[in-house]
């Protein structure tokens, strides 16, 4: 099957900081996106993005499905960012999740 | 109110009896998937169903039976728990669209705890 892998595993900020995570992918998928599991366990959808670019305020995502990677950046970061972001990538049949990045953001 | 809901949200039951953790989705998608997530390893798959009727093991089915009567629900049930299956498992089900790119709907997850 597929396989994502993400990086950094880790990543510490001071608030105000920029960042960028990224996600490689090991075959063409229908489906990438980007989550956020917030403190609470929930895995809030970021973006749904097989390809392009996308924005939704400070962050923003860009996949080249040709290259088979994905990037999420994350600007002017607030300590309400922190927690792990998990990309996943597949198809209808498979849906196969990166190990993720823990993202801590200081005060 | 349209999506993908589990139930229960949280659970505690003893070593060797039977549990179910419900999902129920409202789209009649046809595929529907459970994972768990563990600390040291992220999400992994552990069932997943392409259309009722039709189930298929993950990466980590030992211990789970599912079960997909209807379309809309997808239950997993731990037949005799253990501790080892203590865990956060999601329910999540994809838009399918023939040919066309997919989306991924999770639940919210339910924190389980054998003891």
């Known amino acids: 099957g597929i396989q994502v892998e993400q990086s950094p595993p880790d990543l510490i900020l001071q608030e105000g900081a920029n960042s960028t995570l990224r996600c490689n992918f090991s075959d063409s998928v229908n489906n990438l996106q980007w989550f956020h599991q917030n403190p609470w366990g929930q895995l809030i959808n970021l973006f749904y993005i097989p390809s392009g670019t996308k924005q939704n305020g400070r962050l923003s995502a860009t996949t080249v499905a040709t290259e088979r990677y994905s990037l999420l950046y994350i600007s002017s970061s607030q300590t309400t960012d922190s927690g792990v972001y998990f990309c996943?990538?597949?198809?209808?049949?498979?849906?196969?999740f990166g190990s993720g990045t823990q993202l801590t953001v200081l005060p | 109110d349209a999506g993908i809901t589990q139930s229960p949200r949280y659970k505690i039951t003893e070593t060797g009896r039977q549990v179910t953790l419900m999902c129920h989705q409202t789209?009649?998608?046809?595929?529907m998937f459970w994972y768990r997530q563990d600390l040291g390893h992220g999400l992994r798959l552990i069932y997943y169903?392409?259309?009722?009727?039709?189930?298929d093991k993950g990466e980590v089915p030992d211990g789970y039976v599912v079960s997909r009567s209807k379309t809309e629900n997808f239950p997993l049930t731990l037949e005799s728990a253990t501790r080892s299956q203590t865990s956060v498992y999601f329910c999540?089900?994809?838009?399918?669209?023939?040919?066309?790119?997919?989306?991924?709907?999770f639940g919210q997850g339910t924190r389980l705890t054998v003891v």
């Open positions: 789209w009649s998608h046809s595929y």
């Open positions: 999540a089900s994809p838009t399918t669209t023939p040919g066309l790119n997919t989306e991924a709907f």
């Open positions: 169903s392409a259309a009722a009727d039709i189930t």
């Open positions: 996943v990538g597949g198809s209808a049949r498979q849906l196969t």
